[in-house]
């Protein structure tokens, strides 16, 4: 939600709203608002992952040091970018566009003159830079994972032609390893 | 915290072609087949690197809730393989080492391995609670694979492991032996039935080969009579093996070569006799290896291969069945629930068997591990095997007055009568699914005039 209000809101300047039938005062009013409520939970929401993790002694144990630095991370990416919500801390929306225009087209526009949004896109920077090698990374691996888990089991007699439960498993079995044939057997053909 | 396992010696471990590797070459040696393992198994990486360390699986291991030992946390025992899997192999942890916890590979590093990678019974159930589905058995597998191969292995196991590559069945019985077994359960038969039911061995041009665990042949006998009693009364052309009569594959549990090695037989025993349907006895991690892993290990297996539990709920109708007066329990072997969705045909089988039937709580997919799984049945550990069992053992305490456990799994079979002496519920029997079936199955002139005690102290009518 995070994300896809970032590239909307910014795409159609808080007018994403009029095309589903709003005047454009109560679209940018929405946006705002639902700006205000995701950045809110998401800080929430990580100021608790991280009580949690400092409060539960086995999950504190079992912590390590990049856990801490990841939440936070997080957690001050959300909070610097709720400072635009602050007195004072207006960012021109127009021309956070053309930056992001700029980047995207590899033209380089000059950063608009805002603090909250310098600290905010170099803490975003940052964070992209560190979340290959990160344990964040798990919201991609976790489906892999469960694809795994998922995967259909053998069903005997496998029928001729038939894909084993997935590529990995028809490739390991048909090419990798030989099938030693210890004992001979006549007619081994045709029940193959 | 240190556990007293015995390690196999250099001489052993040559039995199952592993050479022992010395102090100083460890560490090169260990990153190079941790290298190795991970370029085969993407699933190593996936569960190493997506864990997020939240603890939501420490409540869900049995291991941390019988130990209350931090490193049995699931989580906790799979970073001592992720911190030395980040530090050699991980971007972010060859270059932030301890900022991302992937310290060097020391001296004690291998030590704790053993003692906690031998801790887990890979009963999964981590793997259920964790958001991701991260299944830190996946892990242990891995980690015992590359202590195996740097001669890391218990003696317990790697003894077993031999007995299966030389004769094909864990306890290292040739034919004359199992030959003498099957005889003497022959007039166990006779004796107790009145019924002539032959256990053919080797028999060729048979329709169904029998795969037991060969514990069957001695300590489970009942479980053995039982699934000979089925096939008698389904008029089977069935078999043993005299090449594979042993459903356990141990190899899953610490060396994955001795798994592929040992399912092959499976294949090649059944060609042997002439099967068209392999069926597969009492053994949890047995009927893992052979249902999910057999077409990743050989290839596709060109047999029908069914559980004798399904095999036998299939067939329930045929049946002649006396309930026994029992108030009796079902306890779901991870390998069977968990790993290969074996849930109904075990309950099917019960409620037709006995008078009262009643669930654990928690049951199916959610049942904790009986503590003897992954091939931890050795006896030095058995302190140990009494704390992985507690939360079982509080489980079946719940349910007292109970008279019966069934447990359709050899390891559980060999554990969980330890765990109720342990425990003080000697009054309550354990025993097999099947042998339940066989002892409720009512053969030629009838149970009760031929046999009046069916299950000691526990029937009679």
């Not at chain 2, 864990?170 to 359960?185: E, Q, R, T, V, Y």
């Not at chain 2, 022959?186 to 037991?212: M, Q, S």
Request: charge should be positive.
């Amino acid at each position: 939600m995070i994300i896809f209000g970032h590239v909307l809101g910014i795409c159609f300047l808080r007018g994403q709203f009029t095309l589903i039938g709003l005047s454009a005062g109560s679209s940018a009013r929405l946006s705002w608002l639902l700006g205000g409520i995701t950045g809110s939970v998401m800080t929430l929401s990580l100021v608790g992952l991280i009580t949690r993790r400092l409060i539960v002694p086995r999950v504190k144990r079992l912590s390590e040091t990049s856990d801490y630095f990841e939440l936070m991370l997080l957690a001050a990416v959300a909070l610097s970018g709720l400072a635009m919500y602050a007195p004072g801390g207006h960012v021109d929306l127009p021309s956070v566009k053309s930056y992001m225009g700029g980047l995207i087209a590899m033209r380089p526009v000059p950063l608009p003159a805002s603090l909250p949004f310098v600290v905010h896109i170099s803490l975003v920077n940052v964070l992209l830079l560190f979340f290959p090698f990160s344990v964040l990374m798990h919201f991609v691996g976790g489906f892999f994972i469960r694809k795994m888990l998922m995967e259909t089991p053998p069903v005997y007699p496998t029928a001729q032609g038939n894909v084993p439960r997935s590529e990995f498993a028809s490739r390991r079995a048909e090419s990798h390893i030989p099938v030693p044939r210890h004992i001979p057997v006549e007619g081994q053909g045709e029940q193959r | 915290m240190k556990i007293p396992i015995h390690l196999a010696g250099g001489k052993e471990l040559k039995g199952i072609g592993v050479e022992a590797v010395s102090e100083h070459a460890l560490k090169a040696k260990a990153i190079t087949i941790i290298g190795n393992y991970r370029d085969f198994a993407r699933s190593l990486s996936l569960m190493l690197e997506n864990c997020t360390r939240c603890g939501a699986c420490a409540n869900a291991c049995h291991s941390y809730l019988g130990t209350d030992d931090f490193f049995n946390i699931p989580a906790a025992r799979a970073s001592l393989f992720r911190k030395i899997y980040s530090r050699y192999f991980s971007w972010a942890g060859q270059v932030l080492n301890a900022f991302v916890g992937a310290p060097d590979f020391a001296a004690d590093t291998v030590g704790s391995w053993v003692d906690y990678f031998y801790q887990c019974n890979i009963c999964r159930r981590c793997a259920l609670y964790c958001p991701f589905g991260i299944d830190t058995g996946e892990v242990t597998i891995a980690a015992r694979n590359i202590l195996t191969h740097l001669g890391r292995a218990p003696r317990f196991m790697v003894n077993i492991a031999r007995n299966e590559l030389i004769t094909g069945n864990n306890m290292g019985m040739l034919k004359p032996a199992i030959l003498d077994s099957c005889g003497f359960l022959e007039d166990e038969l006779r004796e107790e039935t009145g019924v002539e039911i032959k256990i053919p061995v080797d028999k060729p041009n048979t329709e169904v080969l029998y795969v037991p665990s060969s514990t069957d042949l001695f300590t489970n006998v009942d479980t053995m009579m039982g699934a000979a009693k089925i096939f008698h009364h389904l008029k089977v052309d069935w078999t043993l093996s005299s090449t594979m009569l042993e459903a356990a594959n141990y190899g899953l549990l610490f060396d994955l070569d001795v798994m592929k090695k040992q399912n092959r037989r499976l294949e090649i025993s059944a060609r042997a006799v002439g099967a068209k349907v392999v069926v597969q006895g009492e053994c949890g991690h047995g009927w893992r290896v052979a249902r999910m892993f057999t077409e990743g290990a050989n290839g596709k297996f060109p047999f029908e291969l069914v559980h004798i539990l399904e095999y036998a709920a299939a067939n329930l109708s045929k049946f002649n069945l006396d309930k026994l007066p029992l108030r009796a329990t079902l306890h779901d072997p991870c390998n069977y629930g968990r790993a290969a969705g074996l849930f109904d045909p075990p309950r099917q089988i019960m409620r037709a068997c006995v008078e009262e039937f009643v669930e654990m709580t928690p049951n199916r997919e959610m049942n904790f591990c009986c503590g003897g799984g992954s091939g931890l049945l050795m006896d030095e550990i058995k302190e140990l095997r009494m704390k992985l069992g507690k939360m079982k053992a509080d489980q079946i305490k719940a349910l007292q007055p109970l008279d019966y456990v069934a447990l359709p799994c050899a390891s559980c079979k060999a554990q969980v009568p330890l765990l109720l002496k342990h425990y003080g519920m000697e009054q309550t029997g354990t025993g097999g699914v099947v042998e339940l079936l066989g002892k409720a199955m009512v053969l030629g002139s009838g149970r009760d005039e031929l046999n009046p005690s069916c299950i000691s102290g526990a029937a009679g009518k």
